[in-house]
């Protein structure tokens, strides 16, 4: 351990580079400006040529200028001191390419020489002369930096973790990666401050925002990070074994790695819209926006946005792949509402012709016999309803011999019907166009959805299903739970989008009349903005989809989200033991379906990153329980500090909200905000959602009410479970739910128990005890 004074000297000699950092990032703004300045003189010139090349340069200049003016908390964190390496060239950045040590770089008596030091940060940054003042943390020769472990170091000496503020360096920690080497650093003993920075990294209070771990990713995550674009990495890893962290650092690391290919954008899907927020920051803090949507499973649809839940069995029936079944009828039976005419009655060549009720159905039936998306079958139905009303009208045993004859007489009786207003007012009210939401709607009734469901969904569970839609108006408006989100878009490809005529734009509008467009570079930029943007939004197919806690998805889900990346690359991480789904091989079926054959390259995560030992041994004894034989990640780090255990003040039942539950469970959240300098969470059954937001009111932001659903994916320094047995029998998989519960806290857990939960002498309740 070094004293004070090295870690002064090493402190003010980081300070010095990250000046010599600041300096060459104040001359490259410059740059840009100039380069601004200079393209918008060219203006003058005129000529197309210098116009595209001055768009161009004011392009790439902008660009420039908005990375580096970015505010960076950590612009430079990393630092690696390396051997020779076994050869000697240098890669683009600066840096010698050579993983491994040259043979004679550490002499026989242990002693050797640092070659190359080699400072990482979030964007590169090389000085005036070429050489690398800074190396992007995503470039190959930042590797090292992530990949080098003790037992295979490669030629990393010493790894250094900067910590900084703006300009200012606050601090180093340093990990010995060669401890049997005695290194110099021209000519000076190489000094080694702190106990290593994850652990550093690890204890700090946790806010409301997710951060990047840019500056300590372990091994087994950087491998995932960095494994090539192959079509599908599957990634399994216990809970905070960082598998959110590692899929946000690798829709960084894709973009840096191959910008042109990811322009096509990268989605991706978060179970809940509290963890979209939570991890919203982490991208812009890497550099990255823009390219990458994360959205959340109920906001995956243009124009609708759920984060409401079902009861379990009805969530259930939603997310089953048999519902694809009755939504297939139902967009067919849909067509037929109370308004539908049951007669059509139009004039052709003189004569009325009528078709009846038992005609029209029979119509029905024949146009429904192709398998074209509803919606678009509408000129299907317009032909056959014209053929029937040919047969009827007699017409064809008039007709003349001739073919050719025969046909104008068809032709001219074909738009003679067509011409009256009559037929199209029948063919929208007979055929009309279906929305998503309006077929939802029809949905609601019970005895229509039993008749679509018949075969398919036991009658019993019917109503249950129908009466979750009761809220919605006939057009589909009201409120939708998550799991419908996918149904409307099942619904969306079942019915198809007619061809609509385009609009013309303001642009074609005004060169029809003659008039010049008169715009500045400005103008068209922020045009160019605004169109990528509404690009980004109507966007439904990515060139990378990340699907993060993907052990939850139904699926239902799978199949929307499958329909989001028809060409793209996949990274896949999850849970099995996690999973909130009642039957997670139906959800691995419709996942491999959604797939399809792509190649696959699985990884695993061995290492909890969040709890203290001490929680992680607590929820261990759930996991057994809800996957028996299934191995828990190993927690690194220990606290000292023992969850505490709690009991309801006797006879109020768990199952009944009593002032008792109320102030015992505010009594517990006050000592766990006075126990820690960050979040809590006080995680409750779905049931007590509501009723717990009430029991934390005034206790300020730094405690949240969380219905155990909702907690999926999220982190507090300190958790307080309420009756863990209310949150198991929730639903047939309140064991795994009530496992994510458990492994929410970084610091401090408390777990509050009910006479449900059969609590002994020392409050521990049944489900968690040895
Ligand atoms: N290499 C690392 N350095 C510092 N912190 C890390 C590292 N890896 C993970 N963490 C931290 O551990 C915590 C858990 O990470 P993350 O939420 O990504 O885990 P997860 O596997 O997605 O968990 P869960 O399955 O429970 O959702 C986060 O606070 C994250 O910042």
Not at 199 to 211: E, I, T
Not at 527 to 551: M, P, S, W
Not at 584 to 601: F, I, K, V, Y
Not at 738 to 757: F, H, I, K, M, P
Request: aromatic share 4%; net charge negative.
């Amino acid at each position: 351990m070094a004293d004070d004074t090295s870690r002064e000297r090493e402190t003010r000699a980081e300070q010095a580079h990250l000046d010599a950092v600041y300096h060459r990032l104040e001359e490259k703004i410059d740059e840009a400006e100039f380069l601004m300045n200079d393209a918008s003189q060219r203006s003058q010139v005129g000529t197309p040529g210098a116009l595209a090349e001055r768009d161009a340069q004011v392009f790439r200049a902008g660009v420039h200028l908005n990375r580096l003016n970015s505010e960076f908390e950590d612009f430079l964190f990393g630092r690696i001191d390396l051997l020779a390496g076994a050869d000697a060239t240098r890669g683009q950045d600066g840096a010698y390419l050579s993983v491994e040590p040259a043979q004679d770089a550490v002499r026989d008596d242990g002693t050797a020489d640092i070659a190359e030091t080699l400072h990482i940060g979030r964007i590169g940054v090389l000085d005036a002369d070429y050489s690398p003042l800074v190396i992007d943390w995503r470039a190959p020769a930042a590797a090292p930096f992530y990949r080098s472990t003790p037992l295979d170091p490669g030629r990393v000496v010493r790894r250094r973790v900067i910590r900084s503020k703006g300009r200012r360096v606050l601090g180093v920690e340093d990990d010995l990666l060669r401890p049997e080497v005695t290194a110099r650093l021209d000519g000076q003993a190489l000094a080694v401050i702190g106990d290593g920075a994850l652990m550093a990294a690890l204890g700090r209070a946790r806010g409301h925002a997710m951060q990047d771990i840019v500056a300590s990713i372990q091994a087994e995550q950087d491998l995932v990070i960095r494994a090539p674009a192959a079509s599908v990495t599957m990634v399994e890893g216990g809970p905070g074994t960082g598998k959110t962290a590692v899929a946000l650092h690798r829709a960084a690391y894709l973009l840096y790695q191959d910008r042109r290919r990811y322009a096509g954008g990268i989605l991706v899907v978060s179970p809940t819209p509290l963890l979209v927020s939570y991890t919203e920051g982490v991208l812009p803090s890497l550099g990255e926006e823009g390219q990458v949507a994360i959205r959340a499973l109920g906001s995956l649809v243009e124009g609708a946005e759920a984060d409401g839940y079902d009861a379990p069995e009805v969530a259930r029936l939603k997310g089953d792949a048999r519902m694809v079944r009755v939504l297939r009828n139902a967009a067919r039976g849909a067509l037929e509402h109370p308004g539908t005419p049951e007669r059509l009655r139009v004039v052709a060549y003189g004569a009325r012709v009528e078709l009846d009720a038992e005609a029209l159905r029979e119509v029905r039936r024949q146009v429904l016999g192709g398998s074209a998306p509803v919606n678009l079958m509408r000129p299907r139905a317009r032909r056959f309803l014209l053929d029937a009303l040919w047969e009827r009208s007699g017409a064809a045993a008039r007709c003349p011999d001739d073919p050719e004859l025969a046909a104008d007489v068809r032709e001219g009786f074909d738009e003679d019907v067509s011409s009256e207003p009559e037929f199209e007012e029948f063919l929208d009210a007979w055929w009309p166009e279906l929305t998503p939401r309006r077929v939802l709607a029809a949905m609601a009734d019970e005895r229509r959805l039993a008749g679509w469901a018949r075969r398919t969904l036991p009658a019993a569970q019917v109503g249950r299903l129908a009466a979750s839609w009761a809220g919605l108006d006939a057009q589909g408006y009201g409120p939708l739970s998550v799991p419908d989100i996918a149904l409307l878009d099942e619904l969306r490809v079942l019915l198809g989008t007619p061809a609509r005529p385009r609009q013309p734009t303001e642009e074609e509008l005004l060169a029809e009349l003659g008039v010049q467009e008169v715009t500045t570079a400005a103008d068209r930029s922020t045009a160019r903005r605004e169109r990528a943007e509404r690009l980004a939004e109507e966007r439904t197919d990515y060139a990378h989809v990340i699907v993060d806690e993907a052990q939850d998805l139904t699926p239902m889900q799978w199949r929307m989200v499958g329909r989001r990346g028809r060409q793209a690359t996949w990274t896949v991480v999850g849970d099995p033991a996690q999973s909130s789904w009642t039957a997670p091989e139906e959800s691995a079926t419709a996942r491999d379906e959604a797939l399809g054959n792509r190649p696959r390259r699985r990884f695993e995560l061995t290492v909890n990153y969040r709890n203290p030992a001490e929680v992680a041994v607590l929820a261990d004894r759930v996991l057994a329980l809800a996957m028996p034989g299934v191995e828990p990640p190993r927690a690194v780090r220990s606290t000292g500090l023992e969850p505490r255990f709690a009991v309801l003040p006797a006879g109020s039942p768990a199952d009944d909200v009593t002032e008792g539950m109320a102030r015992t469970v505010r009594h517990e959240a006050r000592l766990l905000l006075g126990e820690v300098d960050g979040t809590v969470g006080v995680v409750v059954a779905m049931g007590r959602r509501a009723q717990a937001g009430e029991w934390l009111a005034g206790l300020g932001d730094r405690v949240v009410a969380l219905g155990s659903l909702e907690a999926k994916g999220l982190e507090y320094d300190a958790t307080l479970v309420v009756s863990p047995a209310e949150i198991a029998d929730e639903s047939p998989a309140g064991l795994r739910v009530l496992y994510v519960a458990l492994t929410r806290a970084t610091q401090r857990l408390t777990v509050l128990s009910g006479e449900r939960d059969l609590p002994d002498a020392d409050g521990v309740p049944d489900l968690l005890r040895d």
